[in-house]
Structures are given as structure tokens and as C-alpha cells.
């Protein structure tokens, strides 16, 4: 395969995986590691290293049109980046010096963790809590609109939320993806944030988190142009098409559709690990 | 500085463009580079299946400035990295701003908790080599 073609078809498969990312609203960033590695047979840091500047793309170009609304609790994002950008560095470190097989292995369980999360259903919490003295003092509570007027909420579980969030971070340095799916369940399990907030503040650190991990990636050679050229363009355009179709797509079928082919992954990752091949 | 024009909703609208700038520009800055990459080295063999690290000059955010200005006419590995870098400055723009936002709305608390946020990505950035 040459240059053109090889950077011809991994931006192809990335704008098919940031679109689907985009319409489910699990991400684009968890199958393009494995796609680049289990079928273009790219080494796994290579891979990781073009997702993580993926993600950065996606999660700012969302973020753009999310905060316009509203909803997003500047707050809670930046304390909460306080642990995903260490954890990010310590992900990244420890990327740096384990094998790409082990990588994998790790990388297949989240997989299946995620698409076990998807078929949930996410359950809104009263918005009525007390407020705690460790959230008044942080000033995490606040408020968003909803159809009847401001509304205000209550923060709770910051310890256990923040702990998520270190582990969050540590997934995203060692993985390169945005670890989506485990900001919105600290965020919603543990301190019972508001659905619309937790997801749009959890976008918003998306970005934040993986530039943390970014620059160590940058530094340690990691980030391959001409891996992280065709990702990144690829992602970003699926993306963005993706935001557009999403008012008029029939989401549901689609999200199990998705989360198929994440089990799917996530078992093969795990299986080319364990034997060795990655 | 009246406190209306320096409200949340105000600062997040703010960051809201400046994400979306940055990414438009680092976006086109790659485009651009891929366009002169492939026109040179398209026909070439891709080879990535082995890890051997970038050269210096793609690694380092110095060497990539360098190589990227130097180089402009030349290298579109070196162009597509600026734009990378580009890319990873931008969210470091985003927390360096709302440093100077908590600062206008004088919450030194939250000033103090993004600077540790923005001490982080500049040590991933420049001091993790």
C-alpha cells in the first residue's frame, strides 16, 4: 500500500467512525485505535497518539456549539480537570512503558465496559439534593435552562466524582480516547449532575484532558503526521456531518448497531493482545 | 467592566469561538500540509507497523516551529505537525483564557485551580521530554 492510498482509506474509515461517533454520541475515538491497528496493522502508540489529537479536534468543534446554550458548568469542568490532566500524564507515562500488547488488552476491556454503558439507560436524579459544604465552598452548584425556566442543582459525591475522573484521565493518557463514557458516569452516579450538563461538561473536558497527554505523546515521537493527518481530517469531518444528520436520524437502532461492533472490537483487541500480535 | 459583560454565558461564548477558530486554523493548516506531503511523498510505501519514534525536529514544539518555518516550501510532514500543534495549543488557549475570566470576576479560588490546570499542559507540553 503507499502513502496515498493508505492515507486515502484511513481517513475514509475515520469519517465513517467520528459520523457514527457523532449520531450515538459514543465517540469516534474508540474504534479509530483499533481500526489502525488491527487493520491498517499500525503500532498501537502510533494509533493512540493520531486518536488523542482526533479527540481534541472533536470534542473542541462540539464544544463551540454547546456552549452557547448554556449548559455546561465551567466550574465542575475546571476543578474536575485538575485530576483528568494528572491522570492523563500518568495514562501517558505509563503507555510509554508497557507493551503495546497490554495496550490492547486494556483497550478491549473499556471497549466492552463502554457498550455495556450505552445499553443502559441513565437514570436523572432528583435535582433537589442538599447543598453540601464542600459544593457550596467549590461553588459547583448551579443552574441551567430547561422549558420552565432556570433551574438550579445541587452537586454531591465530589470525592468519589473526583476519583472517577482521576481514573478517567488515566484511561484517556493510556488509551488516547476521550473516556467519554466514564466522565458522564462520574458525573451522573456519583455527584448527580444533571444529564445536560454532566454530557455537555464532559465534552467540554474532553479536550482539555487529551491535550494533556497530547504534548507527552508529541515529545516521545508518538505522533506520526502521516498517521495523525489522515485521523485527524477524517474524524473531524465525520464529526461535524454527524452533529448535522443527528436531529433527523433514528438514533436507537443505530446506538445498538454501534455498540456491536464495539463488542466486537473490544474482543478482538483483547484476543490479538493476549496471543501476542499487536 | 461592568459584571454583566463578564457573566459565565458570556466567557463560555467567548471560548465557544476561540475553540472554534483554533480548530478551523489547525485544520487547515494540516490540509495544507497533507496536499504538499502527498503530492511528494504519495507514491512512496506506507510503513507504520513498526515503532521507531519521529525525528527531533516533529517532536519538540521549538523543532516543530522551526522545522515548519524553515521549511515551509519543503517539508509537509513538518507543516501537518505545526497544525497538530496547533490543534493540542487549543484547549491550552481555552484554560489560559478562563484564568484571565475568574480573574475579571475576581473568584481567586478558581483562578488558582485553573493555573494548576494550565501548569499541567505546559509541563506536557514543553517539559516532558
Not at chain 1, 30 to 45: K, N, Q, T
Not at chain 1, 112 to 133: M, N, Q, V, W
Not at chain 2, 50 to 79: C, D, N, T, W, Y
Request: glycine share 12%; proline share 2%.
Amino acid at each position: 500500500m503507499n502513502i496515498l492510498e493508505f492515507s486515502a482509506l484511513v481517513a475514509a474509515g475515520s469519517l465513517l467512525a467520528g459520523f457514527l461517533g457523532a449520531l450515538t454520541g459514543l465517540g469516534g475515538g474508540v474504534v479509530v485505535v483499533p481500526m489502525l491497528a488491527l487493520l491498517f496493522h499500525v503500532d498501537i502508540r502510533y494509533a493512540i497518539g493520531a486518536s488523542l489529537v482526533s479527540v481534541i479536534a472533536t470534542s473542541s468543534g462540539a464544544a463551540a456549539a454547546y456552549v452557547r446554550e448554556g449548559y455546561s458548568n465551567i466550574r465542575i469542568g475546571m476543578f474536575l480537570e485538575t485530576a483528568t490532566t494528572v491522570g492523563a500524564i500518568a495514562g501517558a507515562a505509563i503507555a510509554m512503558h508497557v507493551s503495546g500488547n497490554a495496550i490492547a488488552i486494556v483497550f478491549g476491556a473499556v471497549l466492552l465496559y463502554s457498550a455495556y454503558l450505552s445499553g443502559r439507560d441513565r437514570i436523572e436524579h432528583g435535582a433537589h439534593l442538599p447543598a453540601t459544604k464542600l459544593a457550596t465552598e467549590l461553588r459547583l452548584n448551579g443552574s441551567y435552562p430547561t422549558a420552565e425556566g432556570m433551574q438550579s442543582y445541587n452537586v454531591e459525591g465530589i470525592p468519589a466524582g473526583y476519583g472517577l475522573m482521576f481514573g478517567a484521565g488515566v484511561l484517556s493518557g493510556l488509551l488516547g480516547i476521550g473516556s467519554g463514557a466514564v466522565k458522564v458516569l462520574a458525573m451522573d452516579q456519583a455527584m448527580k449532575i444533571p444529564f445536560k450538563v454532566s454530557t455537555t461538561t464532559s465534552n467540554f473536558m474532553i479536550g482539555v484532558t487529551a491535550a494533556a497527554s497530547a504534548g507527552l505523546y508529541l515529545n516521545r515521537g508518538y505522533i506520526a503526521p502521516g498517521v495523525a493527518m489522515p485521523v485527524m481530517l477524517g474524524v473531524l469531518a465525520g464529526s461535524l456531518i454527524g452533529a448535522r444528520v443527528l436531529v433527523r436520524a433514528r438514533v436507537k437502532t443505530l446506538r445498538y448497531v454501534f455498540a456491536a461492533v464495539i463488542v466486537v472490537l473490544g474482543f478482538e483487541m483483547i484476543f490479538n493482545g493476549a496471543t501476542g500480535r499487536l | 467592566m461592568s459584571t454583566r459583560s463578564w457573566n459565565d454565558l458570556r466567557i463560555e461564548v467567548i471560548i465557544g469561538a476561540l475553540l472554534r477558530t483554533g480548530v478551523i486554523l489547525a485544520a487547515a493548516v494540516v490540509l495544507f500540509g497533507a496536499v504538499v506531503y502527498l503530492a511528494r511523498h504519495g507514491q512512496e510505501v506506507a510503513s507504520y507497523g513498526v515503532f521507531h519514534g519521529e525525528p527531533e525536529a516533529l517532536k519538540s514544539v521549538a523543532g516543530i516551529i522551526q522545522g515548519a518555518l524553515h521549511a515551509l516550501h519543503m517539508s509537509g510532514r513538518a507543516i501537518i505537525q505545526l497544525g497538530l500543534l496547533l490543534l493540542i495549543a487549543t484547549p491550552v488557549a481555552r484554560v489560559a483564557f478562563s484564568a484571565v475570566a475568574f480573574a475579571r470576576e475576581r473568584d481567586y479560588l478558581y483562578v488558582w485551580i485553573t493555573l494548576f490546570v494550565l501548569g499541567v499542559l505546559l509541563y506536557s507540553l514543553f517539559g516532558s521530554h
